[in-house]
């Protein structure tokens, strides 16, 4: 399984921005849709953002879109989250993951089954 590490996160005040980056072991990284993910403490994990293998194709969460821009680079290995706008119930872990292309799913946020270990975002107000 692909190996994923977030990184980018950090205090940032209300209306502020954050690039979040996602960096992955796997030399086949173009073979994986990816996805950015986020999770309170005590609530359900939340869909955020998914990119297509080759980033020609991007879907958001209603409470993010206009706001956040998810990105890759496949020759880097690397995915992105471009957060503007940012609002103190922003405020959480986020995680990237990636589930592979070939994959097919009901839901846009379903399917993934590998996960990076978090990184944690916060809005002040």
């Known amino acids: 399984q692909v190996q994923l590490v977030e990184s980018g996160g950090g205090l940032v005040q209300a209306g502020g921005s954050l690039t979040l980056s996602c960096a992955a072991s796997?030399?086949?990284?173009?073979?994986?849709?990816m996805g950015w993910f986020r999770q309170a403490p005590g609530k359900e994990r939340e869909f955020v953002a998914t990119?297509?293998?080759?980033?020609?194709?991007?879907d958001y969460a209603d409470s993010v879109k206009g706001r956040f821009t998810i990105s890759r680079d496949n020759t880097k290995n690397t995915l992105h989250l471009q957060m503007n706008s940012l609002k103190p119930e922003n405020t959480t872990v986020y995680y990237c993951a990636a589930r592979s292309r070939f994959k097919v799913v009901a839901v846009v946020g379903d399917g993934y089954n590998c996960w990076g270990q978090g990184t944690q975002v916060t809005v002040s107000s």
């Open positions: 990119i297509n293998w080759n980033g020609d194709s991007a």
């Open positions: 796997d030399r086949t990284f173009s073979s994986y849709t």
